[in-house]
T-cell receptor, first 112, second 109 residues
Framework: DVKVTQSSRYLVKRTGEKVFLECVQD?????MFWYRQDPGLGLRLIYFSYDVKMKEKGDIPEGYSVSREKKERFSLILESASTNQTSMYLC???????????FGSGTQLSVL | GEDVEQSLFLSVREGDSSVINCTYT??????LYWYKQEPGAGLQLLTYIFSNMDMKQDQRLTVLLNKKDKHLSLRIADTQTGDSAIYFCAVSRDDKIIFGKGTRLHILP
């Protein structure tokens, strides 16, 4: 089974802090994704990557950046956290484009 | 852009069938998915259907696709308490997968 691991289950940060959310997958998947999930808004795509060192903006990239230095690892970075970035963050991976996504368990981030 | 619409809540009695409906706008979607999210967890792929199929059955799950009406449904037979979750409809578009807002399925005793 594919395993997508997110480094933290819960995270509490202060406004203005730099935040790193880490995601690792163990099945040599090409594609990796970061979503945020908010009540009433469903899942919204922040950034995605189809290859090492490659990144594409999703629907809501503002206030975020990403890093993919190795194929198995995709990091989401909040350069200066703000309270409106309090959310559940979900990482996912897929073998190829449009293939089914495998999700991590999520990181619930609270920015105070 | 792609719109994927689904109702937000559904209540069903234990043992009855649950039917969760979804509509989408992009007729070129190749794959259509149903994901399940249990409390405090990530999303888990339940089933998917290819756009040239009308129906797919997998044990208690039946997926129906009406391409003309751009309507996808998930039927869960003999609904159990363990089926209580949020169910997301999702469709492929270009190189991305677009999700609906999710339907929260509540099981009544």
């Amino acid at each position: 089974d594919v395993k997508v691991t997110q480094s933290s289950r819960y995270l509490v940060k202060r406004t203005g802090e730099k935040v790193f959310l880490e995601c690792v997958q163990d099945m040599d998947h090409e594609n990796m994704f970061w979503y945020r999930q908010d009540p009433g808004l469903g899942l919204r795509l922040i950034y995605f990557s189809y290859d090492v060192k490659m990144k594409e903006k999703g629907d809501i990239p503002e206030g975020y950046s990403v890093s993919r230095e190795k194929k198995e690892r995709f990091s989401l970075i909040l350069e200066s956290a703000s309270t409106n970035q309090t959310s559940m963050y979900l990482c996912a991976s897929s073998l190829i484009n449009n293939e089914k996504l495998f999700f991590g368990s999520g990181t619930q981030l609270s920015v105070l | 852009g792609e719109d994927v619409e689904q109702s937000l809540f559904l209540s069903v009695r234990e043992g009855d069938s649950s039917v969760i409906n979804c509509t989408y706008t992009d007729s070129s979607s190749t794959y259509l998915y149903w994901y399940k999210q249990e409390p405090g967890a990530g999303l888990q792929l339940l089933t998917y259907i290819f756009s040239n199929m009308d129906m797919k059955q997998d044990q208690r799950l039946t997926v129906l696709l009406n391409k003309k009406d751009k309507h996808l449904s998930l039927r869960i037979a003999d609904t159990q308490t363990g089926d209580s979750a949020i169910y997301f409809c999702a469709v492929s578009r270009d190189d991305k997968i677009i999700f609906g807002k999710g339907t929260r399925l509540h099981i009544l005793p």
